[in-house]
């Protein structure tokens, strides 16, 4: 059963950027897309953007168009997540999920990382 | 964006009891519509995928149904553990987008 292994909780000031991986066990890695979904405290889920491991092709959502950065390493079988330009509103978990299909998006996610608290505090 | 708005936001219920949670999107997704549950603390976990396809592992006593812009979640007869939050979320257009929620509480 694959499984996804995110970084751990990040506190990061106004303005900083952030940097969380997300590392897949088994060797399927570059077979299916990695998404990063974000959750803030109390609140409901979004979606960032997508990136397909095999190409290294990204699809953001316009609302951090300019901001986020994904990449991956299929040497590690690793995906990141950089946000910059941090603000209070980006205290969120931040999830990285695997799509339900492989070589295509479905944009539905079957497995999902544990999460990882960034915190953005003066 | 496609707009997901689910109802009710919450509901209390018992153990035994048949549950449905709603979902309306503000344009026909055609059955791209997933359900999701998710328990405090926790990632959420896929239910239902394609409107009502039952994802591997979960329980039969969820089911989905509905297509263009209304969908449903039904729980059967509530089990102890089903206790939580479940988000709808439309896979038609990108970006894709959740519904705001529903959380189950024991009555």
């Known amino acids: 059963q694959v499984q996804l292994f995110q970084s751990g909780a990040e506190v990061k000031k106004p303005g900083a950027s952030v940097k969380v991986s997300c590392k897949a066990s088994?060797?399927?890695?570059?077979?299916?897309?990695v998404h990063w979904v974000r959750q803030a405290p109390g609140q409901g889920l979004e979606w960032m953007g997508r990136?397909?491991?095999?190409?290294?092709?990204?699809n953001y959502a316009q609302k951090f168009q300019g901001r986020v950065t994904m990449t991956r390493d299929t040497s590690v079988s690793t995906a990141y997540m950089e946000l910059g330009r941090l603000t209070s509103d980006d205290t969120a978990v931040y999830f990285c999920?695997?799509?339900?299909?492989?070589?295509?998006?479905?944009?539905?996610?079957?497995?999902w990382g544990q999460g990882t608290m960034v915190t953005v505090s003066s | 964006d496609i707009q997901m708005t689910q109802s009710p936001s919450s509901l209390s219920a018992s153990v035994g009891d048949r549950v449905t949670i709603t979902c309306r999107a503000s344009?026909?997704?055609?059955?791209?519509l997933n359900w999701y549950q998710q328990k405090p603390g926790k990632a959420p976990k896929i239910l239902i995928y394609?409107?009502?396809s039952l994802q591997s592992g979960v329980p039969s006593r969820f089911s989905g149904s509905g297509s263009g812009t209304d969908f449903t979640l039904t729980i059967s007869t509530l089990q102890p553990e089903d206790f939580a939050t479940y988000y709808c979320?439309?896979?038609?257009?990108?970006?894709?987008?959740f519904g705001q929620g529903t959380r189950l509480e024991i009555k």
């Open positions: 344009q026909s997704l055609s059955n791209y």
């Open positions: 999920a695997r799509d339900l299909l492989s070589t295509i998006t479905a944009d539905a996610f079957e497995i």
């Open positions: 088994g060797n399927s890695f570059t077979a299916y897309y």
């Open positions: 394609a409107a009502f």
């Open positions: 979320q439309q896979s038609y257009s990108t970006p894709p987008t």
């Open positions: 990136i397909n491991p095999n190409s290294g092709d990204t």
